[in-house]
DNA sequence: CGAATAATAT
DNA sequence: AATATTATTC
């Protein structure tokens, strides 16, 4: 008999197990979130930020004790950390090509929180990497991710674009940025990204104030993710702080790093899985 | 920076 | 073989 494709259907059933992570448990933490959302920091004082040559300077005037460094090695150079190893300088590293990364819930986690703080309007690969902190993490690595990010997200906005207009039930959990939810209540939809996290913040940017008004109007628009040519008052973030800039992104990381924060690149791997091993991180559900 | 596309992994 | 994830190119 030919049962060889019996075999090939079988693997399905383990596909049922990653559904959800931990993430709801820590992700009413409100507390944790606002703080670094109202930078308001005096135009002397911004300067003493602006430490031109060496960014990774200002960064640790900010964060005291939190050693932002990968679990696992700690004696080692994070560049053996990948593959075949042999003693590198640590200037060398940049030309020998990182093991892909491995983006683990929690360093998803990470990544949305950090956009969700910088705003919509600010939150670019690079000012992401820095926020997030995440020594090791690249510029390339966090465009890429936030490309896709952003994908999903549009993903989700015509979903429950969609669905308002199928439905025109006055939903109650219509959200002024996403509009309202999906009808399919993803049981996992990583985050409620940026916009209602936003609702913590005491203080909006001009920006962002630009972009709440704009939703509020229900004018259909650019929508969640494109950002206007110009912005209305305040120049788009640049390298220079300037006097009259009211407003800046944080500093410095995220204050809150967790030191076991849980990522890798392939090669490596973490012993406290458990035995279950990640099979395939959905971390963009698809509908 | 960001979209398109190539490269890899599952 | 197809699809999802990450990297690289433009």
């Not at 080692?76 to 190893?85: H, K, P, S, V």
């Amino acid at each position: 008999m030919r049962q060889q494709i019996a075999e090939e259907e079988e693997e399905e059933e383990e596909a049922k197990c990653f559904a959800r992570w931990d993430w709801e448990e820590q992700l009413p933490s409100p507390h944790e979130l606002v703080p670094l959302s109202q930078c308001l920091i005096a135009p002397d004082l911004a300067i003493a930020f602006d430490i031109p040559s060496s960014s990774s300077a200002a960064a640790s005037s900010f964060t005291p004790s939190a050693d932002h460094r990968l679990p696992g090695r700690q004696d080692e150079t994070d560049l053996d950390a990948f593959g075949g190893g042999g003693e590198e300088d640590p200037e060398q590293p940049r030309t020998l090509k990182r093991p892909r990364l491995v983006w683990t819930p929690q360093l998803h986690k990470r990544f949305v929180d950090a956009v969700a703080h910088l705003g919509i309007a600010n939150a670019v690969p690079k000012t992401i990497m820095q926020i997030m902190g995440v020594e090791g993490l690249t510029r390339e690595n966090v465009a890429s991710h936030l490309q896709k990010y952003r994908l999903y997200l549009k993903r989700v906005q015509m979903q429950g674009l969609a669905a308002a207009a199928a439905n025109p039930s006055p939903s109650p959990a219509t959200h002024p940025f996403l509009g309202p939810a999906a009808p399919t209540a993803d049981p996992c939809l990583p985050y409620m990204p940026v916009a209602m996290l936003q609702q913590h913040h005491e203080k909006m940017d001009p920006m962002q104030q630009y972009y709440y008004h704009q939703n509020q109007l229900g004018h259909f628009g650019p929508g969640l993710l494109s950002r206007p040519a110009q912005a209305p008052h305040v120049a788009r973030q640049t390298e220079g702080i300037r006097p009259g800039m009211v407003f800046m992104p944080a500093p410095a990381h995220f204050p809150p790093l967790p030191n076991d924060l849980d990522w890798r690149r392939k090669g490596e791997d973490d012993a406290d899985n458990g035995g279950s091993r990640n099979k395939e991180l959905t971390l963009f559900p698809t509908g």
